[in-house]
């Protein structure tokens, strides 16, 4: 994983473990990369992204007669970057629908420092939320762009992410979508770290991990009852009954 994506059928066959084992680690040690808890600040990049919804899981049958009935609205979600760190990246799911202004606010309000210059690419909904006052937000566009701002990190943390959902699997359920967000800004902002195996294995204690990987159902049934046009359906049924990480698990990461 340090490396980058390697398919759950090569980590099962170099492991000798069950396909569904190898999903299961994977999304724990996803789990224990989160976002930082600290804010943003200085120079925040911020930059509006869509994904294509995504109830991967539930059966190529099931999911061939949701198609015909279900509405396939964009999952909406917030890149965003500073200059203090390599590590400095955020990214997070604001709703399954379209943009919405107070939704906007309310990520910078949780993500960014109040006393951030947070610039962003011009459109209607980042248009919306300048005009509300509530942070300083520059936004700008290729005719309207004198001081000739650019958004380039938060960029090439869309653009490697995208890469990584696209190119490198064969898609990810919207359930994890920002898991896997987290595991794209880790590998830019570790990729040339000597100690990068004791980072994950650090992470590897953190003991909220296996609460958010065994809780995500509950969590995205949340998400999607609160921020989303779409209804919730429900995927998993399994039950959990120990949080143990096995030392087996990091044979994932080297």
């Given at each position: 994983?340090?490396?980058?994506?390697?398919?759950?059928?090569n980590?099962?066959s170099?492991?000798?473990i069950?396909?569904?084992?190898a999903?299961?680690?994977?999304?724990?040690?996803?789990?224990?990369?989160?976002?930082?808890?600290?804010?943003l600040?200085?120079?925040?990049?911020?930059?509006?992204?869509?994904?294509?919804?995504?109830?991967?899981?539930?059966?190529v049958?099931?999911?061939?007669?949701l198609?015909?009935d279900?509405?396939k609205?964009?999952?909406s979600?917030?890149?965003?970057?500073?200059?203090?760190?390599?590590?400095?990246?955020?990214?997070?799911?604001?709703?399954?629908?379209?943009?919405?202004?107070?939704?906007?606010?309310?990520y910078?309000?949780?993500?960014?420092?109040?006393?951030?210059?947070?610039?962003?690419?011009?459109?209607n909904?980042?248009?919306?939320?300048?005009?509300?006052?509530?942070?300083?937000?520059?936004?700008?566009?290729?005719?309207?762009?004198?001081?000739?701002?650019?958004?380039?990190?938060?960029?090439?943390?869309?653009?490697d992410?995208k890469?990584l959902?696209?190119?490198?699997?064969r898609?990810?359920?919207?359930?994890?979508?920002?898991?896997?967000?987290?595991?794209a800004?880790?590998?830019?902002?570790?990729?040339?770290?000597?100690?990068?195996?004791?980072?994950?294995?650090?992470?590897?204690?953190?003991?909220?991990?296996?609460?958010?990987?065994?809780?995500?159902?509950?969590?995205?049934?949340?998400?999607?009852?609160?921020?989303?046009?779409?209804?919730?359906?429900?995927?998993?049924?399994?039950?959990?009954?120990?949080?143990?990480?096995?030392?087996?698990?990091k044979?994932?990461?080297?």
């Open positions: 994983m340090l490396k980058g994506h390697t398919s759950l059928k980590i099962a170099q492991l000798n069950s396909t569904l084992t999903f299961d680690w994977r999304h724990k040690i996803l789990a224990s990369l989160n976002t930082p808890d600290y804010q600040s200085g120079l925040v990049e911020l930059i509006q992204s869509e994904f294509p919804f995504n109830r991967k899981g539930i059966g049958s099931n999911a061939r007669e198609n015909k279900l509405p609205p964009p999952v979600m917030i890149m965003a970057a500073d200059y203090n760190a390599d590590n400095s990246f955020a990214a997070g799911i604001l709703r399954i629908g379209n943009w919405t202004v107070p939704e906007i606010v309310d910078v309000n949780l993500h960014v420092h109040p006393d951030s210059v947070i610039i962003s690419p011009a459109s909904s980042m248009v919306a939320v300048k005009q509300t006052g509530k942070f300083g937000l520059t936004v700008f566009s290729k005719k309207q762009n004198p001081h000739k701002l650019n958004v380039k990190k938060s960029s090439k943390f869309d653009s992410f890469k959902i696209f190119s490198k699997t898609g990810v359920s919207s359930k994890y979508l920002h898991l896997y967000a987290n595991w800004a880790f590998l830019i902002a570790n990729h040339n770290k000597e100690n990068t195996q004791n980072i994950i294995s650090r992470s590897l204690t953190n003991h909220f991990a296996w609460a958010e990987f065994t809780n995500r159902e509950n969590k995205y049934k949340l998400f999607l009852q609160n921020h989303s046009e779409v209804p919730y359906i429900k995927t998993c049924n399994r039950k959990w009954e120990t949080a143990e990480i096995r030392p087996i698990m044979e994932l990461l080297y």
